[in-house]
């Protein structure tokens, strides 16, 4: 199918790696011109390479930290400047700590707020005239625990939700504009996020990394991790022209983990 994405411009939050990464990958095979971003000028540059080594558009690259907002406002400035007004916005952030409820104080709570919840709301205010204009597209990732809350990531649980209201309320706001809004939450996907969840799980209990991961697929239905790639295709067509009588959505990608509706 043709997306239909060929010559978009693509802003794409936290994409120097894991999830974000999967994504502006699968956007660049679609012919967007990227700006991809992230915190590590190095780790930033080297993902820009690999995706504009197989890309027709072009890909940008602008190092920025989630959690300020005049980075984010450089950012947005930086993508316009660069590659022209933004038609599709992919929020996304790293996941803050686990740790129990009597482990988090006011310092973690506040910057799980500012990188989890408020930095969203602050590249989509950035973001927001191009959209306008371009009948625009907005994809919020979170996470399944927005369904399914899950045990030792409070931050995540607590937050990601805010995300999930926000992301409806949105949608009907836009709607008159035509900016399509949609939540994607990705279940236990193969990244170093996951990666390093399984291994804090280990550590607490004292047993393997290999004990903990096989225990995690076996709850869920196709016994599987996902790969970033099948979450990318989902994010892309939500992303394009060609979905265009959906909003306000939340697509669960989780390969039947959670049991909720």
């Known amino acids: 199918m043709d997306l239909k994405l060929r010559g978009q411009v693509a802003l794409v939050m936290a994409s120097s790696r894991g999830l974000g990464k999967a994504v502006a990958t699968e956007l660049a095979a679609e012919g967007c011109h990227l700006m991809l971003t992230g915190r590590d000028p190095e780790v930033l540059q080297q993902s820009r390479d690999e995706i504009a080594a197989q890309a027709s558009g072009t890909i940008a690259a602008c ?108 949608a009907n706001e836009l709607a008159a504009d035509n900016i399509l809004v949609h939540t994607v939450a990705p279940g236990r996907v193969a990244t170093d996020r996951t990666n390093y969840l399984d291994q804090l799980k280990a550590d607490k209990l004292g047993v393997s990394l290999e004990q903990i991961s096989n225990e995690a697929k076996k709850l869920i239905p196709l016994q599987r991790y996902g790969d970033p790639q099948e979450f990318a295709r989902v994010v892309a067509f939500l992303a394009s022209p060609v979905c265009s009588y959906m909003t306000g959505s939340t697509i669960m990608v989780d390969g039947g983990m959670v049991k909720g509706y």
Request: hydrophobic letters at 40%; aromatic letters at 4%; charged letters at 20%.
């Open 63 to 170: 190092a920025a930290d989630m959690s300020q907002p005049d980075d984010i406002k450089k950012l947005v400035a930086a993508t316009r400047e660069q590659l022209g007004p933004i038609n599709i916005l992919i929020n996304n952030s790293g996941g803050p700590p686990g740790g129990d409820f009597a482990q988090l104080d006011d310092h973690h709570w506040q910057s799980a707020f500012e990188l989890t919840l408020l930095a969203y709301v602050r590249t989509i205010r950035e973001v927001l005239p191009d959209l306008k204009k371009q009948s625009g597209r907005i994809i919020n990732i979170t996470s399944s625990s927005i369904k399914q809350p899950i045990p030792g990531l409070l931050l995540s649980n607590a937050f990601r939700m805010g995300m999930l209201g926000l992301g409806k309320s949105l």
